[in-house]
C-alpha cells in the first residue's frame, strides 16, 4: 500500500535553545505491502517533522475535533472495579488492544507522578495517547515489550541527518543510546532524542541502573516528567495543550492524542 507524502508541522521546543527533541514514527511503503519505517523529528519552531502514522486498525479511536485549550480528555480512575493493578491492565488491554505491559507503565508512572507533582493531575490516559501516536504502544515494526518492559528490538528512529524534512542533529551521546556515533536518534516507545533523555530520563523502579528509553517503565516516567514539567497543571485545558504541544506543536498531533486519551479513559470506565 503506497502512501502520499505527509504534510509537516512545526513545534517549538520547552527550551530556549534546542536541548531536546521527542521524535516520531513514519510508515513509508517499500513493496505491494511491505513497510520500512522512518522517523522524523522537527526541533524548534523554524523546523519541521511529518504527520504522526495511524496505528494498525483495532480498538476504534474516533477523530475528535476539538479547540486547543478548550477542553482535557475525559479522567478515569487506574484502577476502577478490580483489585490490582495488574488485573485493571488485563481487563483495559483486553477492550483497548493496549499491550498491557505497557498500560501498567502508564498507570505507574501516574501514580508516581501524583506522589511526586500532585499540582500537575497528568492521567495514564495522557500517557497512552502520546504512546499511541509516537510508537503504537511500544509495538512498531513488530516490537515486542517484554515482562521486564524492555523492547526488543529496540525502538531506533531515522538519523537526523539533514535529508528532506528532517533537520541536521549531529550526534549528542557518542552513539550510546541511538547506536549512530555520526547523527542523533529519536529512541523509545515515548521517542526522545538522547539530549532530551539526558534531561528527562529517570529510572521508574529505582534500582540505581541508568535510565532506558527503550525500558516502558522509565519512557513513561520520563515522559510524565516532562510534560508535567511543560504544561503545569494538565487537569486545566490551558495546561493539557500546553504540554502536548511541547511535543510537538501542532493541532493534529494535538488533536491525536487529545482523542486517543479520551477514547481509552472511556474504555476504562466501563471496566
Known amino acids: 500500500m503506497s502512501h502520499p507524502a505527509p504534510p509537516t508541522y512545526e513545534r517549538p521546543d520547552l527550551e530556549p535553545r534546542p536541548r531536546r527533541k521527542l521524535g516520531w514514527v513514519i510508515l513509508l511503503s517499500a513493496a505491494l505491502v511491505a513497510a520500512v519505517t522512518?522517523?522524523?523529528?522537527?526541533?524548534r519552531g523554524s523546523d519541521h517533522r511529518s504527520a504522526p502514522t495511524m496505528p494498525p486498525p483495532g480498538f476504534e479511536v474516533p477523530d475528535l475535533d476539538v479547540?486547543?485549550?478548550t477542553a482535557?480528555?475525559?479522567?478515569?480512575?487506574?484502577t476502577p472495579g478490580t483489585s490490582t493493578l495488574s488485573a485493571w491492565a488485563r481487563r483495559l488491554s483486553e477492550k483497548t488492544e493496549i499491550p498491557e505491559r505497557i498500560l501498567e507503565a502508564y498507570a505507574?508512572?501516574?501514580?508516581a507522578t501524583r506522589q511526586s507533582t500532585p499540582t500537575c493531575g497528568i492521567t495514564w490516559a495522557t500517557l497512552a495517547g502520546v504512546g499511541r501516536v509516537e510508537s503504537h504502544h511500544g509495538r512498531f515494526?513488530?516490537?515486542?515489550?517484554?515482562?521486564?518492559g524492555q523492547l526488543t528490538p529496540p525502538i531506533i528512529g531515522i538519523p537526523l541527518d539533514g535529508s528532506p524534512g528532517v533537520r541536521a542533529?549531529?550526534?549528542?551521546?557518542?552513539?550510546?543510546?541511538d547506536r549512530d556515533p555520526k547523527w542523533d536518534r529519536a529512541v523509545g516507545a515515548m521517542q526522545f532524542l538522547p539530549t532530551t533523555w539526558k534531561k528527562w530520563g529517570v529510572r521508574a523502579n529505582g534500582d540505581g541502573a541508568p535510565p532506558d528509553p527503550q525500558n516502558v517503565d522509565d519512557a513513561a516516567l520520563s515522559a510524565a516528567r516532562y510534560l508535567c514539567a511543560a504544561g503545569g497543571d494538565l487537569s486545566s485545558a490551558q495546561g493539557w495543550w500546553k504540554a502536548v504541544f511541547a511535543y510537538n506543536?501542532?493541532?493534529?498531533?494535538?488533536?491525536?492524542v487529545f482523542s486517543g486519551a479520551d477514547a481509552y479513559a472511556r474504555a476504562a470506565a466501563t471496566l
Not at 38 to 43: A, E, K, L, R, T
Not at 108 to 111: H, L, V
Open 67 to 69: 479547540a486547543p485549550g
Open 169 to 177: 542533529v549531529p550526534d549528542t551521546d557518542g552513539g550510546r543510546l
Open 108 to 111: 505507574q508512572a501516574e501514580i
Open 141 to 148: 515494526n513488530g516490537t515486542r515489550i517484554g515482562a521486564d
Open 249 to 256: 506543536r501542532s493541532e493534529t498531533y494535538g488533536k491525536n
Open 38 to 43: 522512518i522517523v522524523v523529528v522537527g526541533m
Open 72 to 78: 482535557v480528555p475525559t479522567a478515569t480512575a487506574v
